[in-house]
């Protein structure tokens, strides 16, 4: 099935070359003042009326990925037209159509998300919302005809939806994609419930409403995601779009930089004041997680494989440790000898089959160290697998994970997968999953949880009450 565009004609023109010649218009008068950019933008703010009043506005932040490679569009958009409580809404369409063409729609994506965050599929909803039908001609204009969209239309969340959605979308976000974040600014007016400055001709409105919108913006670019919830209900702000705002803030706190590109209004034409919405449009960059906090180098990776794959080939032939081995971890480098957990996992080449894995959480001892001995454990020790011979030892694939340290979190909606490794405790019983299970799986949390319960020897539902959980971060590479 394909969503055919609905405000086609109506938001914005209904033909290819009416919206080119648009867009164009808004490019002569932006190209004067446009300033450089240091690099591409990766997420945009983006107003959504139609384009009469907001898209020039649009525009002045959407030029700024012109040409740019991005596979995969990501849109957080307000329902206008539906109520959503405590999920995200995806389409189940196979694309969109606009008057410019079709735009696949990245299912890959929304089923990745779907394993760690509240997601719904429902097409009438995605049908009736313009907040984010109006961005995706912008956006083929912008790249082209070779990206995907993965459209989710925001309703409202409780703090624990908030956080495992903020969670979940930025595991989920790579060098591949933009962001998109569709939100109209203060909408003010008698029919918006919403006059805090009155109402009276000859008042200064819009001014004072600037005003109010430059302070939301300010907290926005801090990243100060509390600051920004609090402003709101403090203030009754008609921004629209406020809860995809503050998703975005929570998921990228502390590496999120925006520019504010444009700022107008619908009455900037009429002047009058009586009743108006304000837009606003920013650009900027999500830095990388981890971009400075990568663990270990590639060339720490590769010393401790080789250490694995030595320590694990003497053991297998019945030979001592060797001076090539105890060479090897007194020459280890650095970091390689800070305290970290580690685990060795060995997987059969031609099958994928596990083949054994063993490994300790605590960091308890230099990580070359713990790659050393849980590699041979693995091979030898694995109480779930006979020994591996040596005539296995060419079809083996190592892996190594190194572990951050255990921290316990309040609850099992705080874990996030394919990010957070996971212990369980409770009644004495204990067990683990490295952050790789669940995703290689295809598990979603509860899921996972009800297998990390029988793993502990205890009842699939056992996780859901009085059970301790903590969580760790691993540096996962293989061979």
Not at 344 to 373: F, H, S, W, Y
Request: aromatic letters at 8%.
């Amino acid at each position: 099935m394909i969503l055919e565009s609905t405000i086609a004609g109506a938001w914005y023109p209904e033909t290819e070359r009416g919206i080119c010649e648009m867009v164009e218009k808004w490019e002569c008068s932006a190209a004067a003042s446009s300033a450089e950019r240091a690099r591409v933008p990766n997420i945009l703010i983006l107003p959504h009326a139609g384009w009469a009043y907001s898209g020039e506005t649009a525009w002045s932040a959407v030029r700024g990925v012109k040409g740019a490679s991005f596979h995969r569009v990501v849109i957080l958009a307000p329902s206008h037209r539906a109520w959503i409580e405590n999920r995200l809404v995806a389409p189940k369409a196979e694309a969109t159509r606009t008057p410019l063409g079709e735009i696949r729609i990245d299912h890959d994506w929304l089923d990745s998300l779907a394993l760690v965050a509240p997601i719904a599929r429902n097409d009438r909803v995605h049908h009736a919302e313009h907040s984010a039908q109006i961005e995706y001609p912008l956006l083929q204009l912008a790249l082209g005809s070779d990206f995907k969209i993965a459209p989710l239309i925001v309703g409202s969340l409780g703090p624990d939806q908030m956080g495992m959605c903020a969670r979940a979308i930025d595991s989920l976000i790579d060098p591949e994609t933009l962001v998109v974040v569709s939100s109209d600014f203060t909408h003010y007016g008698s029919d918006f419930s919403y006059t805090p400055f009155g109402t009276r001709v000859g008042e200064d409105i819009r001014r004072r409403v600037a005003v109010l919108d430059a302070e939301a913006f300010r907290l926005i670019e801090k990243g100060d995601a509390d600051g920004f919830a609090a402003f709101i209900k403090r203030t009754g702000a008609t921004i629209c779009g406020h809860t995809p705002i503050e998703i975005i803030l929570r998921a990228f706190q502390g590496r999120l930089s925006l520019v504010r590109e444009k700022y107008a209004t619908s009455s900037d034409d009429t002047g009058d004041y009586s009743r108006f919405v304000c837009y606003l449009a920013a650009s900027g960059n999500v830095a990388p997680r981890g971009e400075n906090e990568s663990l270990l180098s590639a060339d720490e990776r590769e010393f401790l494989l080789r250490l694995a794959r030595e320590s694990i080939t003497r053991a297998v032939r019945g030979e001592t440790a060797g001076a090539t081995l105890r060479n090897l971890v007194a020459c280890a480098p650095k970091p390689t000898r800070a305290k970290m957990g580690a685990f060795v996992t060995l997987n059969d080449k031609t099958t994928g089959a596990l083949r054994g894995c063993i490994g300790e959480i605590l960091p308890m001892r230099p990580l070359v160290e713990a790659v050393a001995q849980r590699a041979v454990d693995s091979a030898l020790h694995d109480p779930r697998f006979l020994p591996v011979t040596e005539c296995e030892l060419a079809n083996l694939r190592v892996e190594v994970s190194a572990l951050t340290a255990p921290k316990p979190v309040a609850s099992w909606r705080d874990i996030v997968l394919g990010r957070d490794g996971m212990t369980l405790e409770k009644s004495g019983c204990f067990a683990v999953f490295l952050p790789q299970v669940a995703p290689e799986q295809g598990w979603d949390l509860q899921t996972t949880l009800s297998y990390l319960s029988q793993k502990a020897g205890l009842d699939a539902d056992a996780w859901r009450e009085g059970a301790k959980f903590e969580t760790f971060q691993a540096e996962v590479f293989h061979e």
